[in-house]
């Protein structure tokens, strides 16, 4: 079996499309409120019914990030939260025993400063499944791509409405899956979408081999339904993180029943975002 079959993440979409099922994939910034109740977090998410999920490295000028992940961001940041931190995360989730495939979401400077071949290494060690990195353009990611298919972590691309030959162009070489944007400018909770999100997700899937997710803006369940029957997964990241600085209060706590009761309450709100079969 070579390394891309083995990947985890193409496993989950294989069982999922057998059951008529769409992915749940949360993303959490890591490090929000401390490393610790991260841990915690990615714990709940997979009992809330994640499939897969993305653990965001906490980033001082983000691209890609709307207001609430940039305040996610800056709290982590506090704590002097790094790149290896994250992955630690993700190490200390394993052995909690949470199964689900992770993926790091990160900028590409951490990891051109920590040195690709050495990235990859410990992405390998962590158990990662994949990588995003939204400010790295197709045009210049042939290093970092030619590392990853030899390591066997899927380089996951993003693609935004444009013209239909650099979608084709974008979805063709995915690996994993390929990150649909569904509505223009950075991410954040939205009440309407792209105009022409069907046809643009039609264009992305004729393109791709891989599975097609949604992302940017999906805050809530009936989002995530009307999502669920044009594409494999939606990813829910803003919606998620709010929820836990609504919860700091309760998270911070020294106390572990009212940190708990906090973890409980952002638990919740993930399971309620969790589509229903598309068999019906």
Sequence with gaps: ????????????????????????????????????????LVQASEAAG??????????????ADGPVIQRASERALTNKISLID??????????????????LFTYFNPALQLGLERFFALLKEHDFSGVIIPDLPIEEDGEVR????????????????????RVERI??????????????GVTGVRSSFHEGIESFLATVRNAASVPICVGF???SREQAERFSGLCDGVIVGSAIVRQVEEALPQL????????????????????????????S
Excluded: W
């Design 1 to 40: 079996m070579s390394l891309a079959t083995a990947n985890k993440i193409d496993a989950v979409f294989a069982e999922l499309k057998a059951k008529g099922e769409t992915a749940l994939i949360p993303f959490l910034t890591m490090g929000d409120p401390d490393l610790a109740v991260s841990v915690e």
């Design 217 to 219: 803006g999906i805050s």
């Design 50 to 63: 994640a499939h897969m999920i993305e653990l965001g490295v906490p980033y001082s000028d983000p691209l």
């Design 86 to 103: 994250c992955m630690g995360v993700a190490a200390e989730a394993r052995r909690r025993g949470v199964q689900m495939p992770f993926i």
């Design 171 to 184: 979805a063709s070489k995915a690996r994993g899956f390929v990150y649909c944007v569904s509505s223009l």
């Design 146 to 165: 030619a590392i990853a298919e030899r390591t066997g972590i899927h380089l996951i691309p993003l693609v935004a409405p444009t013209s239909e030959a």
């Design 252 to 279: 911070r706590s020294p106390d572990e029943a009212v940190r708990r009761a906090g973890v409980d309450a952002v638990r919740s709100f993930i399971a309620g975002l969790k589509p229903r079969s598309r068999r």
